[in-house]
């Protein structure tokens, strides 16, 4: 161990858990969390997300990796501070709460100014420079992450692309390390300035909440003109220019990232002219109101909803957009349960959560779900979904 360079980890969501496990495989890693349910769970190899190959790596792997809630042991001789905490967006301030981020790199500085302070959460443009300017120090930088829900260990050991939002040699140091503990070579990496790097990651999410928007438009034209939407999306995808990925429609963009995401990057273009950021923004809306108002047609008294989470192997429904439904749908005085085994409360929100399958389907009139499942397919005549492809 006394070869390998200390990295600290801080945050044990996703993008923390994911970077902790891929760089613990050749370096020491220290995961720092407030939450000591979770400092328990990684000391005890267990995941602190639903990711089946982080889970995989922490059973069967030899990792250089433990967990603290104690600051000074995890910032003290680490060479790199990996800040992986939550920037949730504030509507009344118009962009994202850096607080917890703030908070992290005035730990760090405090404690080790010598490490490389490197930013994985999502933040506004121009705020790490705003930071190197205001603690007069070129050693906090921006590194974007690019992960996918219950899939994120796996988008870091086959990595599209790794930016580093510096030129210091540190900051090629720890892409050297990143490449390190992927499985995939020949891994393209580029170097920019940490404003261009925050731009790539919100610009990139913003493309991709803008492709399900189209898919989920074209279906809501395809739906009111009784019209096929696969056979649309096949023949608009197969159009080597536009390609087969999110092409599935849903009822909407949820998720950590996107619905975020799109929001800062709107406020970000507060003075520069733009039409196509703000109607992605407003898409998700609206399409949230087409579906609604599908489901009204049905004319159901009691409206069940299958699942809140966005897509098979995630533990997140924060932000999904069948939430958004559920609240339309009760805005026209229409019952409504849920069905969702991951939820222990009697009720989510002042809806009434299910207990069994069983009770669920009978109850139910109409039973909405984003994402279809076998488990419905005996009830398929009950279901309103507009997963076409049953992929996510």
């Given at each position: 161990m006394k070869n390998k360079t200390k990295i600290t980890v801080v945050g044990s969501g996703y993008v923390g858990m994911s970077l902790a496990v891929l760089l613990s495989q050749n370096n020491e890693v220290v995961v720092l969390d407030i939450d000591a349910s979770r400092v328990e769970s990684i000391n005890n190899k267990k995941t602190t997300v639903a990711d089946e190959d982080i889970q995989d790596f922490l059973a069967k792997k030899e990792l250089s990796l433990r967990a603290t809630s104690d600051k000074e042991t995890a910032y003290k001789d680490a060479?790199?501070?990996?800040?992986?905490?939550?920037?949730?967006?504030?509507?009344?301030?118009?962009?994202?709460?850096?607080?917890?981020?703030?908070?992290?790199?005035?730990?760090?500085?405090?404690?080790?100014?010598?490490?490389l302070i490197v930013i994985k959460s999502t933040v506004p443009l121009g705020y790490t420079e705003s930071v190197q300017k205001k603690t007069s120090s070129p050693n906090v930088i921006f590194s974007p992450e690019f992960l996918r829900e219950g899939q994120a260990l796996k988008d870091n050991l086959y990595p599209a692309r790794?930016?580093?939002g510096t030129k210091l040699k540190a900051g090629k140091d720890f892409a050297e390390l990143l490449a390190q503990g992927a499985y995939k070579?020949?891994?393209?990496?580029?170097?920019?300035?940490?404003?261009?790097?925050?731009?790539?990651?919100?610009?990139?999410?913003?493309?991709?909440?803008?492709?399900?928007?189209?898919?989920?438009?074209l279906d809501s034209y395809a739906l009111s003109n009784d019209l096929d939407t696969g056979n649309i999306i096949n023949g608009v995808c197969l159009d080597e220019r536009i390609g087969h990925g999110y092409n599935n429609p849903s009822f909407g963009y949820g998720g950590y990232c996107l619905p975020k995401d799109t929001k800062q990057l709107l406020?970000?273009?507060?003075?520069?002219?733009?039409?196509?950021?703000?109607?992605?923004?407003?898409s998700n809306t609206i399409r949230k109101d087409f579906i609604a108002d599908e489901i009204i047609k049905l004319k159901p008294k009691i409206v069940g909803f299958y699942r809140l989470i966005m897509k098979e192997g995630s533990d997140n429904f924060r932000s999904s957009a069948i939430q958004g439904i559920i609240r339309r749908i009760q805005a026209?005085?229409?019952?409504?349960?849920?069905?969702?085994?991951?939820?222990?409360?009697?009720?989510?929100?002042?809806?009434?959560?299910?207990?069994?399958?069983?009770?669920?389907?009978?109850?139910?009139?109409?039973?909405v779900t984003n994402r279809?499942?076998?488990?419905?397919?005996d009830v398929i005549e009950k279901v309103f979904t507009r997963d076409i492809f049953r992929s996510d």
């Open positions: 060479k790199f501070v990996l800040v992986a905490t939550p920037t949730n967006y504030d509507p009344d301030a118009g962009q994202f709460d850096t607080s917890s981020v703030d908070g992290v790199i005035r730990d760090a500085l405090k404690h080790n100014s010598d490490a790794i930016i580093i070579k020949c891994i393209e990496v580029l170097y920019m300035s940490s404003t261009e790097a925050e731009a790539v990651k919100l610009f990139a999410n913003s493309y991709l909440a803008m492709r399900v928007s189209f898919f989920n438009e406020s970000n273009y507060e003075q520069i002219p733009q039409t196509l950021i703000q109607a992605i923004v407003s026209r005085n229409i019952e409504a349960v849920i069905f969702e085994p991951t939820l222990s409360d009697d009720k989510f929100h002042q809806v009434r959560v299910l207990r069994t399958i069983d009770d669920f389907k009978n109850i139910s009139d109409v039973i279809m499942d076998n488990e419905l397919d």
